[in-house]
């Protein structure tokens, strides 16, 4: 096990496109850091360059003490699990966890205690002798899994690897690989597309746009403090709804007008957050995340702020009610909240609209119904605050933001 340090690495492929820009990174020994992003920001290639796969344009890359950029793939000492198992068809379970340490002539015996391990923490001991086209998605994983497992790396670096899975399956076998990564105490690089995988797997979370590192940090810090639009919107579902408002002071505490509606922004948060004076008779870009909103109409629900308007759509899950509703204040359009759009499959937002769809999560009492006058409670005390020119979050100690700070001018 080892430390692998990222410092400055790029990648610019042979026809120009610039995959991966001055990435720094500091994976410590023994951990589970989680590389998330939209599909084409970078992060295969960031991860096969640390493989030894791809080669490095330019950066050191470190694992333990050694610098690798020039050490070849097998001797890098790197396990990686891809999402396509790769698995050999013709050979047993038994043959294909095994064929990496046969490779390397490794005494039969010692071949098959770790086999025997291997196949006994991930479950597949029944199933040693079986072929992979006699396995279930997730056993056929499990043996991919196993053939890191067997050969004792340095760090696991994965590439998507529940990605082939159903839901189900991939809930279950993201639980597992959590367990297993703890249990061996192994580095581990793990590439995903999928915010939630990264939460629930990730020691720390990094966050890539476009081959730049926008914010690294444990999965609660990212949620609370986003460092930039692009982070705030690409870390929760549904996502922060953002919206252009303006702010004035008014008294200790500040008024916050959003479409025409005024909310009144706790002096607390003022005084936690100074820099936002500097934002007091200006425009500003808001963020309210679902669940700091709920039905006004509650018993009990008193405090915050109160938003009039009638929902579009009420959507029931149990639990909680999405309750979809407008606001009359225009969205906020940048380029990360344009890149997270495309990422979301959505036409681009329109910076002219006078309108943003805002979701809500209410609680199961609400009586919310489509179509029906709404109110609104804002928990104005949780109110997240951007820059409407750079994005960049209003934070007083910019904590895990300083770090990338250099790549995202990059
Ligand atoms: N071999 C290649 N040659 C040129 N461009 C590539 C190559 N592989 C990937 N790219 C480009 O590099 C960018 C990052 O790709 P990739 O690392 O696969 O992203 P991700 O894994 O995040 O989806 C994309 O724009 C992709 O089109
Ligand atoms: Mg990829």
Not at 371 to 377: D, K, L, S, T
Request: glycine share 10%; net charge negative.
């Amino acid at each position: 096990m080892a430390q692998v340090r990222l410092s400055g690495i790029g990648k610019t492929y042979p026809d120009g496109t610039s995959a991966v820009k001055g990435l720094d990174l500091d994976i410590a020994d023994g951990e589970f850091l989680v590389l998330v992003g939209p599909s084409g920001c970078g992060k295969t290639t960031a991860l096969r360059m640390v493989a030894g796969l791809e080669e490095i344009s330019s950066g050191t890359l470190t694992i333990g003490d050694r610098v690798v950029n020039r050490t070849p793939a097998r001797d890098r000492d790197v396990a990686m699990v891809f999402q396509s198992y790769a698995l050999y068809p013709h050979l047993s379970v038994r043959d294909n966890i095994a064929f990496g340490l046969q490779l390397r002539k490794l005494p039969k015996r010692a071949i098959k205690e770790r086999v025997e391990e291997a196949a006994e923490t991930l479950g597949l001991t029944e199933h040693l002798d079986r072929r992979p086209r006699n396995l279930s998605g997730g056993q056929r994983q499990r043996v991919a899994m196993g053939r890191a497992i067997v050969r004792q790396p340095q760090a696991f670096l994965m590439d998507e690897p529940l990605s082939n899975l159903d839901a189900k399956l991939r809930v279950q076998m993201r639980a597992e690989i959590s367990r297993i990564q703890r249990d061996l105490g192994v580095t581990t690089v793990y590439v995903t597309h999928d915010q939630v995988e990264a939460m629930t797997l990730g020691d720390r979370v990094a966050v890539l746009k476009k081959g730049v590192l926008q914010q690294v940090a444990p999965p609660q810090e990212l949620y609370n403090h986003p460092a930039n639009l692009f982070v705030a919107g690409f870390i929760g579902s549904p996502a922060m709804n953002l919206l252009q408002g303006r702010l004035d002071a008014d008294g200790p505490g500040a008024r916050l007008e959003l479409g025409g509606q005024a909310l009144a922004v706790p002096a607390r948060l003022l005084a936690e957050r100074p820099r936002l004076r500097e934002y007091l008779g200006r425009d500003i870009a808001v963020g309210i995340r679902p669940e700091d909103m709920d039905d006004a109409d509650l018993d009990g629900a008193d405090g915050g702020a109160v938003l009039s308007s009638t929902t579009d759509l009420v959507e029931a899950l149990g639990p909680e009610l999405l309750v979809h509703f407008q606001v009359p204040a225009p969205p906020v359009v940048t380029e990360d909240t344009k890149e997270l759009a495309r990422d979301a499959g959505a036409d681009n937002v329109d910076a002219a609209a006078p309108y943003s769809d805002v979701i809500a999560r209410f609680s199961p009492r609400s009586q919310a119904r489509s179509g029906r006058p709404v109110r609104v409670r804002v928990d104005t005390g949780r109110l997240y605050f951007f820059d409407p020119a750079t994005g960049d979050g209003i934070w007083d100690e910019p904590a895990s933001a300083t770090q990338q700070k250099e790549g995202t001018h990059a």
